[in-house]
């Protein structure tokens, strides 16, 4: 069937592994929302929040339902959150987020990833004065968006930075930056405005960058590809160029 054929596939089946991988972590964030406050995505934020992130990556109706009503049993295991910091090879900074039912586990894969790289693992906190956590949401442009206007309109959300970028398929996509802690209210302004957001996350934006050249930066990306590939791990962050 030729080359052609098999890098298609090949890219098919990337693609699928991906999806796997985002599915299984909005499950944990769904069941750790419904933990929280609930089965009721009407009366709990956090519940709103995944099953919105969920919709934005077309994870199945069923499969959220499913997730809903798995966590929502009196026997449903819990998960905890855990954040590990650390620096891989040639000095770059690490910042992992986890949510694991069993804590031994997860430590010890995730100090076995920075050691077999040449890294090593950090006290928790050590990369505060690198990393900042803040609230970021992202939702799709139109034509008709004016982008002076919009930034006016969110100030009182806690509005600190907006930007329009492209997404996978080339669309433009307005984000929008909060602190950590006005979170909650720039989502209820964007409720409040009709506007249909595709993802509200809390991410680490790095304060500062580390330079490296492509070969080096290859072996970091090397070690966070086998840190992501572990099913407790939510998200990781680094500061590379």
């Known amino acids: 069937m030729g080359r052609a054929f098999e890098f298609r596939k090949e890219r098919k089946f990337k693609r699928w592994a991906k999806m796997a991988v985002q ?3 909005l499950g944990k964030e769904i069941a750790m929302a419904v933990k929280e406050g609930g089965p009721h995505p009407e009366n709990n934020s956090r519940l709103r929040t995944a099953v919105q992130n969920a919709k934005a990556v ?3 109706k069923d499969r959220v339902e499913a997730a809903i009503k798995r966590a929502s049993e009196k026997d449903a295991k819990g998960y905890e959150e855990y954040v590990y910091e650390g620096y891989g090879p040639h000095g770059v900074p690490v910042l992992i987020e986890t949510a694991t039912d069993n804590t031994n586990r997860t430590v010890a894969n995730i100090r076995s990833y920075f050691t077999k790289a040449g890294g090593s ?3 928790t906190g050590s990369l505060d004065f690198i990393f900042q956590r803040k609230s970021v949401f992202r939702f799709n442009a139109s ?3 004016d982008v002076e206007e919009l930034e006016l309109e969110l100030i009182d959300g806690g509005l600190e930075e907006l930007y329009v970028e492209a997404d996978e398929e080339g669309n433009d996509v307005v984000v929008v930056q909060t602190s950590f802690e006005d979170f909650g209210n720039m989502q209820n302004l964007l409720e409040e405005k009709g506007i249909e957001v595709k993802s509200a996350k809390l991410e680490r934006i790095a304060l500062s960058n580390t330079s490296i050249n492509e070969e080096q930066a290859a072996e970091v990306l090397k070690m966070i590809d086998k840190i992501e590939e572990d099913d407790d791990v939510q ?3 680094h500061n590379m160029d």
């Open 235 to 237: 998200a990781v962050y």
């Open 58 to 60: 077309n994870m199945p």
């Open 143 to 145: 034509e008709e968006t």
């Open 121 to 123: 693992l950090g006290k």
């Open 23 to 25: 599915f299984t972590r």
